[in-house]
């Protein structure tokens, strides 16, 4: 059987479990035989991964939003490049974590940035490539940030920079997401409380659905 390419990309605050449920996702679509090609953003490549050490780290906090925003694009520059079109062109299934409304979320709603300045930006580094499915996971912030401050504390992660912000950023973020989300029909929320098993049953349930409806 032949199946389609697919950009299928994944989203949420901090703490939405996004990154351990698109593994999740990945091995369910392997197991139906699908080419499947996993990466992330910031990073995915090595110069893309280079960039990402900058935004993640907790030292950079002098790091102001502009000079973010604009790393941020040229990571996501590069990744496309590199990574997803090359992909997509062979067929493969590609599951992002993170790409194009994470910056929306991010740097638009958390950071204050102009959002057609975002907007602009995301089409030129991404070359006009949209997703065929975005799934954001959502969550209480409080419940986010829980998670992943227990998480960055258990594995010693050098990536913490965001999640130093404050709940009014957090909050701010995910309204941002929520906004996108009502205003896009690409977008399906997924509930991220509960457990791990019961989020990844609601995941695949709605993936098999857009896939098989494709």
Known sequence: MEFMAKLITCEGIEGSG?????LNLATHLRNQGREV???REPGGCPIADDIRRILLDPANQQLCPTAELLLYAAARAQHVE???RPALAKGAIVLC???IDATIAYQGFG???DLALIDQLNQV??????????LLFDLPVETGLGRALARNAV????EGRFEAESL???QRVRDGYLQGASQSARFSIIDATGTPEQVSERMTRRVDAFLGAS
């Open 18 to 22: 996004k990154s351990t449920q698109i």
């Open 37 to 39: 090609i996993v990466t």
């Open 82 to 84: 590199e990574v997803i």
């Open 97 to 99: 974590d993170r790409y």
């Open 111 to 113: 950071r204050g940035l």
């Open 125 to 134: 580094a991404s070359s006009g490539l949209l997703p065929d499915l975005t």
């Open 155 to 158: 594995a010693l992660e050098n």
């Open 168 to 170: 009014a950023f957090h």
